[in-house]
């Protein structure tokens, strides 16, 4: 897997995902829609060499891309079987949104920032990947027009009160809800699941994300 700097990658991407199998966290589909992501290509120029070592980076706006364990994680958890409509909160660098459309039916995701949102969308367009739904603007409030949704994803902390939005646009057919929980600075992962008017909730361990900043989210 070659850089745009002429670096090959594959030797370093095989080693991640050998790590990433080896701690459990990712079933095959998720492993191998990893290894078709060129994650070096979703971070800043002066990422590069740190692409493929599992340790989240900065990625501007105060935000970062997520470490590729965590990724894998999160994406498995979601049990995606190729049929779903899913909602991602917080595009970021575009990595997590490639990997989660290679696995899913349809994807809408939201991002607040706009460079963010331009730069995942020029560059996740050269990889060829099927249609993606772009929404910019306030993560928390969801995006109703195509709800319900059987999964959302969100990949910045919440505070301990679910945002409501996420709730009523979620499918109340086994629909899944995955977010980090708890204060600015330190959160729970934690997966609800809707069934009917009933919600069954599982944590999975402690992990930091930058806050959820929105209506229903954390202030500026």
Same mark, same amino acid.
């Given at each position: 897997m070659n850089g745009v700097d002429g670096v090959d990658y594959s030797a370093q991407l095989d080693a991640l995902i050998e790590h990433i199998r080896s701690r459990g966290f990712a079933d095959e589909r998720v492993l191998e829609a990893m290894r078709r992501v060129p994650r070096h290509l979703l971070v800043p120029p002066e990422g590069r060499p740190f692409a493929y070592i599992d340790h989240a980076l900065p990625i501007g706006e105060g935000q970062t891309i997520s470490q590729p364990s965590l990724v894998a994680q999160m994406t498995s958890l979601l049990k995606l079987q190729g049929h779903e409509r899913v909602l991602e909160i917080g595009t970021g660098s575009g990595y997590q949104t490639a990997i989660l459309r290679l696995l899913c039916r349809e994807l809408v995701t939201m991002e607040r920032f706009p460079r963010l949102a331009l730069g995942a969308f020029h560059r996740l367009r050269s990889l060829n990947l099927p249609p993606i739904v772009w929404v910019m603007g306030d993560g928390t409030r969801g995006f109703p027009p195509y709800a319900p949704y059987d999964?959302?994803?969100?990949?910045?902390?919440? !505070?301990?009160?679910?945002?409501? !939005?996420?709730?009523?646009?979620?499918? !109340?057919?086994?629909?899944r809800l995955l977010l980090p929980m708890g204060t600015r600075s330190y959160q729970l992962l934690t997966l609800i699941t809707k069934r009917g008017d009933k919600l069954f909730t599982h944590t999975y361990g402690e992990c930091v994300f930058v806050p959820l900043v929105g209506k229903y989210g954390w202030s500026e």
């Open positions: 999964c959302i994803l969100v990949t910045a902390g919440c !505070p301990d009160q679910v945002p409501p !939005p996420f709730l009523e646009q979620l499918s !109340p057919n086994g629909g």
